[in-house]
């Protein structure tokens, strides 16, 4: 295997080598294009003209030396910004569709702009996607001059735009927007009664930045519309209570990755005795057992402070991937609901949900579809097994020199502890800036503490990424400067040699660059490539180096501190079978990782396509294709809005409970698209009777105020959030050969008891 995978490699590696002869001939061909004599004028007259032949439907290819050439000239003349050989070979391959590679430092932002400007010159928009509203407005202001000097329009949206303000922005050529924004106004038209309250147009070429972020790690998470619900419930304080009766081992057990918790055979006795319910796994006790699965992961597997804080009387979820808070995230309402009910505070019902879409099924609605990222290579099968994308690596403008030194591995999480803090301590000494990835918010609270008490400052970094924080990560590199941050913090944002201070940069870089210390190795070797892409930008000085504990989470859950028993020093360990055994960890959890999303697709892949078909009906209602009357249009748009929550309320229901199907050696997948297929194919008929007795109601009225009277009207207020639905793909794992054991025994005990004459009869 390992033969086939290297030699696949090396096929690639070649074809990738020559995709960048055939760019950098083209880049040639661009640089040949001399426009340094030309005016002002003359460059908008050529922008007009490329625009002309493009509306009149030139190939895009046979205009892109010109426009790349233009776009050269005006980046240089207007901010004073001349791209590398190695930008326009970027450029290149994002027009053509490709995944690329690009280093960070080596200017992604000015990198888009040409193949934007390109696509955009047909008049039918372009969107760049970003991370977070503030590089959206940042990205659109700064390039924002090369685009309006060639006559384009380009603008950002924001969250909580007026309506006028988001049509007019995804109005532009160019609009930077990020993922989610983008996706909750589609979700927010798919509700629309009335065409004039869209904001999108029919999509067209979107460049993905961070794609690796945006196309694997959150593009399973799902966009939810909802109706606004004031509506409050205590009924998961009552589980919270029986799960906290609950001990580890006696009641209940982890499965091998501590991902999933479930009852044995005395906690389903203990269950039932303490809610005064009968057999808890009998299909009349579905929702007892859900609600008390609910309670019990909350209870046992996450974790205040490292899956979530609460903040302002309000739980706040933390970011996976980046050991961020996550703006605007749920968990699944049974669970979320659980998590309020531990910590102890009102809970809130998430109110009927309207839409619902994953990023993934999101972002391919766009015909034509590229992304941009620093770490990519990593996931290179991945993005071609879902995305059919391609990755190709960008050479950098100048040769990476950082140093990458090997993990540093420790026996416990104390000696970790010790040892990085005076790792730190003596490089701060020198001056060198120090830039420091934590693994949560509970971590690098504890680390800066630690600092504090060795009289080291630092700043640290654990909110959301805002202008604010952005600003202070930008200085990471300045003399003296030590920032401990949870994962990624300064996404989007360059971290220069002294802050940008050229004499400062001068004496950095003769202390060997900025220094990047990972507290941890990340599930995906992706992720820790992220964090030491921080250093050794253009060509810099620079260091990594990950110190690792054999009692961090990753370790415990693959067993390797087994390899060790009993062993506990200070000094690090040397024995290269453990370095090899993480990086097999590694690889493991990558391509466990990939398997959650293809199953979670198979989930959503189903409810996409129904979606769409009715959708499709819908827009052609909406924008008047139909031959109807307004009160019909009205009538047949409510009531398809209001039958398809209702499906997806019963697709909800079913994929919670699906993973029982396995009692019965039946596919669960299978049977979830059997039972959503049979719900979907009523949906037709219900959608004509109810249309028709509610025209029969108004007679034919084409009074707005007549709808409003019975109802046909769009939810007063409506509110947006993501779904972590890490919980839900769980759930498969959730029923191991001692719970099935345990089912069958309890209903062969109840049926031994039971008095003759309450046996079924057959």
């Known amino acids: 295997m390992n033969i086939a995978v290297k030699l696949l490699q090396k096929f690639r590696d070649r074809d990738t080598q020559n995709k960048l002869k055939v760019y950098q001939d083209k880049v040639e061909l661009i640089r040949k294009r001399n426009l340094e004599a030309w005016d002002d004028q003359r460059l908008q007259a050529e922008s007009l003209r490329l625009q002309k032949e493009a509306k009149s439907g030139t190939p895009l290819d046979e205009l892109l030396v010109d426009a790349y050439a233009l776009v050269c000239k005006a980046a240089k003349r207007k901010l004073g910004l001349q791209p590398y050989d190695v930008q326009i070979m970027a450029a290149i391959a994002l027009h053509e569709r490709f995944l690329i590679e690009q280093h960070t430092g080596e200017g992604k932002t000015l990198s888009a702009v040409m193949p934007a400007y390109l696509n955009a010159l047909t008049g039918e928009g372009v969107h760049v996607l970003t991370f977070n509203d503030y590089l959206a407005n940042r990205d659109a202001e700064w390039m924002g001059p090369i685009y309006r000097f060639l006559g384009l329009k380009v603008n950002s949206v924001q969250a909580g735009m007026s309506l006028s303000e988001k049509r007019e922005a995804y109005a532009a050529d160019i609009t930077y927007v990020t993922a989610k924004e983008a996706g909750f106004d589609y979700l927010r038209d798919t509700i629309a009664l009335n065409e004039a309250d869209t904001v999108h147009r029919p999509f067209h070429y979107v460049i993905v930045d961070e794609a690796d972020s945006l196309l694997l790690d959150e593009a399973r998470v799902p966009l939810v519309i909802a109706s606004e619900s004031g509506s409050s419930s205590n009924d998961g304080i009552r589980f919270a209570e029986v799960a906290r009766q609950l001990e580890q081992v006696e009641h209940y057990d982890f499965d091998e990755s501590k991902r999933n918790v479930y009852l044995n055979e005395a906690g389903s006795a203990k269950v039932e005795s303490l809610l005064g319910c009968d057999n808890l796994y009998e299909s009349h006790n579905n929702h007892l057992l859900s609600s008390l699965n609910c309670a019990l992961h909350a209870e046992s597997l996450l974790k205040k402070d490292v899956d979530y804080i609460v903040r302002d009387g309000k739980i706040e979820l933390i970011d996976e991937y980046t050991g961020r808070v996550a703006e605007n995230r749920h968990l699944p309402d049974g669970l979320q609901a ?301 009531y398809i809005d209001e039958f398809w929550a209702d499906h997806l309320a019963y697709v909800s229901y079913i994929r919670e409970g699906i993973h029982l199907e396995s009692l019965a050696s039946r596919n669960p997948i299978d049977e979830f698209h059997m039972q959503i297929t049979e719900a979907y194919d009523q949906i037709a008929a219900k959608i004509d009777s109810e249309s028709a007795n509610m025209l029969i109601k108004l007679g034919g009225s084409n009074d707005p105020a007549k709808w409003e009277e019975f109802g046909l009207k769009s939810p007063t207020s409506t509110r947006t959030y993501m779904i972590n639905d890490q919980y839900i793909q769980n759930k498969r794992s959730s029923w191991t050969t001692e719970t099935i054991m345990a089912y069958y025994l309890r209903k062969i005990l109840r049926l031994a008891v039971w008095p003759i004459h309450r046996l079924p009869k057959y």
């Not at 990340?522 to 490539?529: F, K, M, P, Q, T």
């Not at 054999?550 to 020093?569: A, N, P, S, T």
């Open 338 to 638: 659980a998590l309020t009910a531990k910590e102890g505070l009102q809970s809130t019902s998430g109110g009927k949900v309207l839409g619902t879409i994953t990023l993934q099924h999101f972002l391919s609605l766009y015909p034509k579809a590229c992304g941009m990222t620093a770490t990519a290579h990593a996931s290179a099968m991945e993005f071609e097994a879902i995305y059919e994308l391609q990755v190709v690596q960008i050479p950098p403008n100048r040769q990476n020199i950082r140093i990458d030194h090997p993990l540093r591995i420790y026996t416990h999480k104390e000696a970790k502890l010790k040892a990085l803090v005076q790792e730190i301590s003596s490089v701060h000494v020198t001056g060198r800036p120090i830039l420091i990835g934590t693994s949560s918010v509970e971590e690098s609270d504890m680390l800066a503490e630690a600092l504090a008490v060795a009289d080291v400052p630092c700043h640290v970094l654990n909110a959301k990424n805002d202008a604010k924080e952005a600003e202070i990560i930008a200085k990471a590199g300045e003399i003296g400067a030590v920032t401990v941050s949870t994962n990624m913090a300064g996404r989007g944002v360059d971290i220069r040699l002294g802050g940008g201070n050229p004499t400062q940069a001068e004496v950095v870089a003769k202390l060997g660059g900025l220094y990047v210390i990972g507290t941890h190795v990340n599930e995906s070797v992706r992720i820790d490539n992220q964090l030491r892409g921080r250093s050794g930008r253009q060509g810099d000085p620079g260091a990594s180096v990950f110190f690792v504990s054999l009692e961090d989470e990753l370790m415990l859950r693959f067993g390797i501190d087994k390899w060790v028993r009993g062993l506990r020093q200070d000094e690090p360990l040397e024995e290269p079978v453990l370095h090899n055994k993480i990086s097999h960890i590694q690889r493991v959890a990558m391509a466990q990782n990939f398997h959650i999303r293809q199953e979670l697709n198979y989930y959503s892949d189903m409810v996409e396509d129904q979606r769409r078909i009715l959708y499709e009906e819908r827009l052609g209602i909406l924008k008047g294709k139909k031959p109807m009357s307004p009160s019909e249009q009205r009538v047949r748009l409510f």
